[in-house]
């Protein structure tokens, strides 16, 4: 037990379908990451929430959508995903930037994104 | 800008043999240095961590040195068990806290 809680830990969708993945964490923390892997491939940072301000986003397509209505919780919207999106959506969160911290990610155990 | 190398796998050992899974990095900053483990269907956990120069991180038997003269972070341990098998990733926080940087993770088999 991380501290961070995903859900669902698996999902299966079609092209067409409108979904959200949920991420919560319980640690206090300041900063929330959405990460992608892939198999075979590096672990890839789709985006960053400081504060429930989103400080980045490497490039994601827009059928991903990030919401983050409060330090606490992360939200990843899905829409006409591509069956390349299949694959494990990992949530993180941190101290963030400010204060004196060793900096390390706490992750979640991951939702499992199928795309047929 | 900063990046995390580390050893190609897979790599399969036997019970009990010592593990070694070398990591180098490269950094603009004075980073914070981890490992992290990734056991089948799970995220990633936090194994240890060191955050300056000469630390030595430990947890379940396994260390790494924050090595600054030669910007490595080696996993090192004894003797593995079966129950090690995962990926294992090197990372680093630059500045901590703020950037997160990946290696490319480790895959260990541990056969009895």
């Known amino acids: 037990e991380t501290g961070v809680t995903q859900t669902p830990r698996h999902l299966v969708m079609g092209m067409t379908n409108k979904k959200s993945l949920k991420c919560e964490q319980h640690?206090?923390?300041?900063?929330m990451y959405w990460y992608k892997q892939s198999a075979k491939k590096p672990l890839e940072l789709m985006f960053v929430y400081n504060f429930k301000e989103q400080t980045e986003n490497n490039s994601v397509p827009s059928r991903f959508s990030p919401e983050c209505p409060n330090s606490s919780h992360l939200f990843l919207h899905l829409h006409t995903l591509q069956p390349e999106d299949s694959a494990l959506y990992l949530c993180?969160?941190?101290?963030?930037?400010?204060?004196?911290?060793?900096?390390?990610?706490?992750f979640g155990e991951g939702s499992r994104l199928t795309v047929l | 800008g900063d990046s995390v190398t580390q050893m190609e796998g897979p790599v399969t050992l036997s019970e009990e043999a010592f593990l070694t899974i070398n990591c180098t990095y490269t950094?603009?900053?004075?980073?914070?240095l981890f490992w992290y483990v990734q056991y089948p269907g799970e995220g990633l956990q936090l194994l240890l961590k060191a955050t300056k120069a000469d630390d030595k991180g430990s947890n379940k038997g396994f260390e790494a040195t924050y090595r600054k003269e030669t910007t490595s972070f080696h996993l090192e341990k004894g003797s593995v068990q079966v129950s090690d098998s995962a990926v294992y990733f090197c990372?680093?926080?630059?500045?901590?806290?703020?950037?997160?940087?990946f290696g490319t993770g480790t895959s260990l088999t541990v056969i009895p």
């Open positions: 950094a603009t900053g004075y980073p914070s």
């Open positions: 993180a969160s941190s101290q963030g930037p400010s204060g004196s911290n060793t900096g390390e990610l706490f």
């Open positions: 990372a680093l926080s630059d500045p901590p806290g703020n950037q997160f940087y």
């Open positions: 640690l206090g923390h300041n900063a």
